[in-house]
């Protein structure tokens, strides 16, 4: 899966947050990373270059930090200049495609909800670009949301990098096959590491565990009457 | 989690040089207490279900 990261952000650079995502998907092979603010300063675009990217693309990653309610100015520019010319009555065909938003937000995540300081929740903030996905005939992917990353702990980075790795390379967020992922992981460093006995067990017991909580929940499934269990 | 593996986790995490292979079994090691819960929340389901008190 080819994953093109296009990402948004005026100091990007000097942002911790974008120098860590950056820096957590340096080894996948298949996601190209493409800063617009560094990329077109006065945001004229190159339209026939980033089609070309778009079409090559089986996932397209819209990332940036929200602006007030918004994604910065590099990313408008962008999408109005892309997504249609002028000349064009018809919209390119994205069918097949996702679209996923990597978001990240000086607030707590807790504060975007009703009664609370935000008062909104990121659902119906970020709905604008759900109705681009809809428009485009793009799957629309639950957004990863990475809150006040300077306040997060070493665990903390620690789920957000093998998150963040998730999100860009699968478009499976469910528990088994984050399992599954993460012990093939620990398994390909296994077979180059042989030295380290810790990521072969780790990796094998992961696995182990898996298959038995699988068969437990498709007993259970059966008990219940042939539901499935998520 | 045995306590072998526990110890093979805490080495590994303690002396990986980098960081990435580091996180990724800090990870492992919250999967596997995750893990854990859930085939103890499953087993403890299937015991429920089959204690059918209709069959006494």
Redesign the interface.
């Known amino acids: 899966m080819q994953t093109l990261v296009i990402v948004a952000h005026p100091d990007f650079d000097n942002s911790g947050t974008q120098n860590f995502l950056r820096a957590?998907s340096a080894?996948l092979s298949q996601v190209q990373y493409h800063v617009l603010d560094q990329l077109y300063p006065d945001y004229q675009v190159d339209v026939a270059r980033e089609r070309q990217l778009l079409q090559a693309a089986d996932q397209i990653i819209f990332q940036f930090p929200l602006y007030w309610y918004s994604a910065p100015a590099s990313l408008k520019a962008w999408l109005d200049q892309v997504l249609q010319t002028a000349q064009e009555e018809r919209l390119p065909d994205y069918q097949g495609k996702a679209l996923g938003l990597v978001v990240s937000t000086g607030v707590a995540a807790a504060q975007f909800t009703a009664g609370r300081s935000e008062q909104f929740t990121l659902s119906e903030i970020l709905r604008p670009y759900q109705a681009l996905a809809h428009k485009l005939h793009l799957t629309y992917r639950a957004p990863l949301i990475i809150s006040q990353f300077s306040h997060t702990n070493?665990?903390q980075?620690?789920?957000l990098?093998?998150q963040y790795q998730q999100y860009l390379t699968s478009f499976s967020d469910h528990?088994a096959d984050?399992?599954r992922w993460?012990a093939q992981?620990?398994q390909d460093?296994a077979s180059r590491n042989p030295e380290?006995?810790?990521?072969a067990?780790?990796a094998a017991?992961?696995t182990a565990?898996?298959d038995?909580?699988d068969d437990?929940?498709q007993?259970?499934a059966m008990?219940?009457g042939g539901g499935s269990i998520g | 989690?045995a306590d072998g593996?526990q110890n093979?986790?805490a080495?590994?995490i303690k002396k990986?040089p980098d960081y990435?292979?580091?996180?990724?079994?800090?990870?492992?090691?919250?999967?596997?207490k995750?893990?854990?819960q859930?085939?103890e929340q499953?087993?403890g389901?299937?015991d429920g279900?089959?204690w059918d008190h209709r069959k006494w």
């Open positions: 957590s080894h070493d665990l980075k620690a789920q990098l093998v528990f984050q399992v993460l992981r620990l460093l380290e006995p810790a990521l067990a780790v017991t992961l565990n898996q038995h909580l437990l929940n007993t259970i008990m219940k | 989690m593996l093979l986790i080495d590994y990986a990435e292979n580091r996180a990724l079994m800090q990870v492992a090691a919250e999967l596997l995750a893990q854990a859930r085939l499953a087993e389901e299937v279900r089959t």
